[in-house]
C-alpha cells in the first residue's frame, strides 16, 4: 500500500450517520485507507465490516456523550448526520424548525464538544462537517435545510478559528445534490421521477447528481494529515453550481 493509500493508518474516526449515503461511503473510504473507523448511527444500516457500530442520535444530548465514552482515542470526527426538508419559508411548521436545527446544527455542536476532549490529544486532529451549496446558493424550495446548512457554514469557520490553538483542524465540504437514499426517496414521490431527476441533473453544470463517493474524496482530503494547513475552508463538491454560470 503507497503512501497516500495509508494516510490514515494508525489513525481513528468517528463519522456520524454512517448507515448510508455520504457516511457511509465515507467511512469506507477511510478504512481503505487505514483508519479505524466507528460508524455513530441510529441504525446500523450497511456499515457492518466497515466502520464499528455505536447506536447515536446526533439529536439527543445523553446519546451523544455515552457513544463518545464508547471511543478510546479519536483524531478525526465526520459530522455527517443531518435530515432535509422541503418547502418555501411558508411551508414548514415551529416544530419542524426545531427539529432541523436540532439535529443539522446542534447535532454536530453535540458531537464536536463530546469529541474535542478527545482530539486534543491527537498530533493529526481534524473535523469535517457536512454542509451543503444550499449554504452558499439559493436552492428552490429549501428554505429551511439551506438555513440549517448556513449555520453550519459559519459554525465551521467559528470552530476553525476557536481551535486553531487546539490543533484541531475544522473545515467543511459543500455537496450538490448528490445521489444518496434521501434524493432517491424524494425523487419517488414526485409525480414524475424521471423528470424530476432530469431537472436535478440540469440544475448542476455538469449535467449529473454527484455521488456519495464524490464527497467522500473531498472529506478525506480535508480529514488527511497529509493537509496540516489546510483549516477554515468550505470546499465544493458541486458539479460547478457554486461558481460556474453555463450558457443555455
Not at 469557520?157 to 484541531?168: E, F, I
Amino acid at each position: 500500500m503507497g503512501k497516500f493509500m495509508s494516510e490514515f493508518s494508525g489513525l481513528t474516526a468517528a463519522v456520524t450517520g454512517a448507515g448510508s449515503g455520504i457516511g457511509l461511503e465515507t467511512a469506507k473510504l477511510l478504512k481503505e485507507r487505514g483508519a479505524t473507523v466507528y460508524g455513530l448511527d441510529l441504525n446500523e444500516g450497511d456499515m457492518a465490516g466497515t466502520a464499528t457500530f455505536i447506536k447515536c442520535d446526533v439529536g439527543d444530548d445523553q446519546s451523544v456523550a455515552a457513544a463518545f465514552q464508547a471511543i478510546p482515542t479519536l483524531d478525526i470526527l465526520v459530522n455527517n448526520a443531518a435530515i432535509s426538508s422541503t418547502g418555501t419559508v411558508e411551508s414548514n411548521s415551529s416544530e419542524e424548525w426545531a427539529l432541523n436545527f436540532n439535529i443539522n446544527v446542534i447535532g454536530m455542536a453535540r458531537t464536536s464538544r463530546n469529541a474535542l476532549p478527545l482530539l486534543r490529544k491527537s498530533k493529526h486532529a481534524a473535523i469535517v462537517n457536512t454542509c451543503s451549496v444550499a449554504a452558499t446558493s439559493g436552492i428552490p424550495m429549501r428554505a429551511l435545510y439551506s438555513a440549517t446548512k448556513g449555520a453550519v457554514l459559519s459554525l465551521t469557520m467559528a470552530m476553525a478559528t476557536d481551535h486553531l490553538k487546539d490543533g484541531v483542524r475544522v473545515n467543511c465540504v459543500n455537496p450538490g445534490t448528490a445521489d444518496t437514499p434521501w434524493v432517491q426517496r424524494l425523487l419517488a414521490k414526485a409525480a414524475d421521477p424521471v423528470k424530476e431527476k432530469a431537472a436535478l441533473e440540469a440544475r448542476q453544470p455538469l449535467g449529473r447528481l454527484v455521488s456519495p463517493r464524490e464527497v467522500a474524496s473531498a472529506i478525506c482530503y480535508l480529514a488527511s494529515p497529509l493537509q496540516a494547513s489546510t483549516t477554515g475552508i468550505s470546499l465544493p463538491v458541486d458539479g460547478g453550481l457554486q461558481y460556474l454560470r453555463i450558457p443555455k
